[in-house]
């Protein structure tokens, strides 16, 4: 299993460090890790990929950010229905003969070219972290350059918070 | 308040604003904030960067002891907060004054000790920089505090404070930090004190869930081999009349930690003592073969559970712990309880059922605990250290508050000072911090002014914050420091006897300094006991005597703490019980 956290946690300096210091203190491996501003400024949202684990595990990381002080509210997006982006910048060899295939490429990615010069072209794609890893996988035979990828950035689908609310209200989310 | 324009007379800094607000300088918020929370006494070590604070605080009323460094001014924090219940308060400097903190953060944060941590800060304006004694003291302390802050501005501290208190003192208790960078020192802005806190992320449950407790209820009354598991959480939660009356009502046997000693009486017919690593055949018993066990306030620490296949494995595990996380995290539990262990206990009590039917149990457990208790074999004329701390308890009548540093002898403290009330007992259990004893005795007795206060040390853990000598010296405090003396880390040699074939690596302390004429340097009244047959007239001369005083007991070398449980083994797979 790969969790998917979303954490709504205190806008404030230093509230990333403390929860990176957690996971370092307790020996927990994330994939990736997203933090922005919400819609209310004193709030942000992290969303964290977390390495495979068990349940126990989720639990245990689960309550140690609710000990945060600055934590609000963690919910477990893993089995529910949810929207979940990653982006990814991929800048890949395109002589301008083969421009193209990459061209042709992409497009049923519904990604676009970004950028354009003599040697390369850069790709931006939006997806889930399977889509963008099945288009690096076509791409790399034409020669990737650099590639950035912000992580996964996730909120709960509206059915899925309506619907059935004693699933998303309770199941999922952790009262403490 | 904040955000208030200064008034227009500033000459006046006691000026009255909107609400009681007070227009006061960063200083003398931090002393008011201080008088607020009712602290009587601060432990602390001045420097550059508190000088504003330490200005602040002379004649301010509120008593200052002054350490010999500033560790010892944390574990004397923690010495007087285990006594009292109450969050302890220390100061320290920017930079070697913070960092020298770190080691009683960490010991806090693992054993749930309230505390309130202030730290000075190089100024705003060279935060960053590598300035003069400049150390980043939130990164280093975030995960050894419960929380911490670095004030940004003078109107942020009596929030910040009032927040630092409440979190270190409630929940599960642990340290808090407050950072204070030097210019806020002399910054002005309003103080006001009595908003209660906001802290939305910060919520602990402290009234349990009624249907868990039922749940506990019904599956004790069909139990057969019940037993209470009672950590430190009774202590915190100051719920020993609660423990009491619950374990009389369903004649329970009690199993405790190192830390919740004390938080039942030793006494008690059906108190079986510390279990674990060290502890009672009895206890291990219990623990191993019960078939429904409530934890109260422990977290199933490692020393306490051995390996954890064979912790309990045949029983219903109840667990209560405010701390959510601690339940589940290393023994599967049936029924977790959230809250205080006193609310739940009441809650406990208010629920009638039929007494669970473990007379066979109990009397098992009692045969157990009676044909084989802690045990030592005097032989010749050495002192046994063993013996030693039982004189000390009957001599005291068991009503000494006793502190301890970490290894041998604080498990036999553990083992043979009968402890029979809460708040007698500090001892770092957790983190095992060598050095804790001596400088939590001096808090233990500004906490306990009353009580007589016995410092049993090892005399390597003596050796690592001696210095603190100089207070109990200075103010001829009625602390009683004995020295459990075996030349030795005594538990490194002790393992490197059993499990490195006695190949002592630097464990052996053939030299010593002259105890009794270090003593006598920082003018404590001191002396040193070699032979059995002296022991009891030296202990009861020394203890007797009013004021402080220094005893070496120079032990048998050779003693082992048994029982014991060996690290990767069963708490059924005890070794050295009583022949």
């Not at chain 2, 043979?416 to 708040?423: E, G």
């Given at each position: 299993m790969t969790p998917v956290l979303s954490v709504l946690v205190h806008?404030?300096?230093?509230v990333l460090n403390r929860i990176t210091a957690l996971f370092m203190r307790k020996g927990f491996n994330i994939q990736s890790l997203t933090v922005c501003i919400t819609e209310n400024p004193e709030i942000s949202r992290m969303t964290i990929v977390m390495s495979d684990m068990d349940e126990a595990a989720l639990e245990q990381v689960m309550k140690q950010l609710h000990k945060q002080?600055?934590?609000?509210k963690v919910t477990d997006l893993t089995d529910q229905a949810m929207v979940a982006r990653d982006l990814a910048l991929i800048r890949v060899s395109s002589p301008i003969a083969e421009r193209a295939i990459i061209h042709s490429l992409i497009e049923p990615f519904r990604a676009n070219v970004v950028d354009v010069g003599r040697e390369t072209v850069t790709v931006q794609v939006t997806g889930d972290a399977e889509k963008i890893d099945a288009l690096i996988a076509l791409l790399r035979p034409y020669g990737i350059r650099e590639l950035a990828r912000t992580g996964l950035t996730a909120l709960q689908r509206e059915a899925a918070s309506s619907a059935d609310p004693k699933r998303a209200g309770e199941a999922q989310v952790l009262h403490i | 308040m904040p955000g208030m324009s200064k008034p227009?007379?500033?000459?006046?800094?006691t000026r009255s604003g909107e609400g009681g607000a007070m227009w006061m300088k960063g200083a003398d918020m931090v002393v008011e904030a201080l008088r607020r929370e009712q602290v009587e006494v601060i432990f602390g070590y001045p420097g550059g960067a508190v000088l504003p604070l330490y200005d602040a605080l002379y004649q301010c009323g509120i008593r200052h002891v002054l350490t010999r460094h500033e560790q010892g001014a944390i574990h004397a924090a923690e010495g007087y907060a285990r006594v009292t219940g109450k969050p302890g308060v220390v100061i320290a400097t920017s930079g070697p004054g913070a960092t020298n903190l770190v080691t009683g953060l960490a010991d806090a944060m693992m054993d749930s000790i309230p505390l309130v941590a202030i730290t000075g800060q190089v100024a705003k304006t060279v935060?960053?920089?590598?300035?003069?004694?400049?150390?980043s003291i939130i990164g280093i302390s975030t995960p050894i505090t419960k929380h911490n802050y670095q004030i940004r501005?003078?109107?942020?501290i009596p929030k910040v404070f009032k927040e630092a208190f409440h979190i270190a003192n409630s929940g599960r208790k642990g340290p808090v930090l407050i950072d204070i960078p030097k210019d806020v020192s002399g910054e002005e802005a309003w103080f006001a004190y009595d908003d209660p806190p906001q802290l939305p992320g910060y919520q602990p449950t402290v009234v349990p869930h009624h249907m868990q407790i039922r749940k506990l209820m019904h599956g004790l009354q069909h139990a057969k081999r019940p037993v209470v598991l009672a950590g430190a959480g009774i202590l915190h939660a100051r719920a020993t009349d609660k423990l009491l009356a619950f374990v009389e009502k369903y004649q329970l046997p009690v199993v405790q930690t190192l830390l919740g000693l004390?938080?039942?009486?030793?006494?008690?017919?059906l108190c079986l003592g510390m279990g674990g690593m060290h502890g009672s055949a009895a206890a291990n018993k219990a623990l191993y073969e019960t078939d429904f066990l409530i934890n109260l306030g422990?977290?199933?620490d490692d020393r306490l559970t051995g390996k954890l296949e064979h912790f309990a494995p045949h029983a219903v595990v109840a667990h209560i712990d405010?701390?959510?996380?601690?339940?589940?995290?290393n023994v599967p539990t049936d029924i977790p309880v959230v809250g205080d262990v006193g609310e739940a206990l009441a809650m406990m009590l208010s629920i009638d059922v039929p007494?669970?039917?473990a007379a066979a149990w109990r009397e098992e457990l009692l045969r157990v605990k009676r044909e084989l208790p802690f045990w030592w074999v005097q032989d010749g004329d050495r002192i046994k250290p063993q013996r030693l701390i039982a004189e000390i308890a009957r001599i005291t009548k068991g009503d000494a508050v006793v502190t301890t540093d970490v290894g041998q002898h604080q498990m036999w403290a553990a083992q043979?000072?009968?402890?029979?009330?809460?708040?007698r007992w500090v001892t770092s259990g957790g983190?095992?911090?060598?050095?804790?004893?001596l400088p939590a005795a001096i808090g233990a007795h500004f906490g306990r002014p009353d009580k007589l206060v016995v410092a049993i040390l090892g005399d390597a853990g003596f050796q690592m914050?001696?210095?603190?000598l100089a207070v109990i010296g200075e103010y001829q405090l009625p602390i009683k420091v004995v020295i459990v003396n075996n030349s030795a880390l005594g538990m490194v040699r002790q393992w490197q006897e059993m499990f490195?074939?006695?190949?002592?690596s630097e464990s052996l302390l053939p030299w010593q300094p002259d105890f009794v004429k270090l003593g006598e340097a920082y003018r404590i009244p001191s002396a040193r006991v070699e032979r059995d047959e002296e022991l009891a007239s030296a202990l009861e001369a020394f203890l007797s005597e009013p004021g402080p005083g220094l005893l070496e007991c120079v032990v048998d070398p050779n003693e082992n703490v048994y029982p014991m449980v060996a690290p990767g083994t069963g708490i059924h797979q005890m070794v050295g019980v009583k022949p």
């Open positions: 806008n404030k300096p230093g002080i600055d934590v609000l | 227009a007379d500033d000459e006046t800094l935060i960053g920089t590598d300035a003069f004694q400049e150390t501005h003078a109107s942020e004390g938080g039942f009486p030793a006494s008690h017919a422990a977290r199933f405010i701390d959510p996380a601690e339940i589940g995290k007494a669970p039917d043979f000072f009968p402890l029979n009330r809460p708040d983190l095992g911090t060598m050095g804790f004893g914050t001696l210095q603190e490195h074939g006695e190949r002592y």
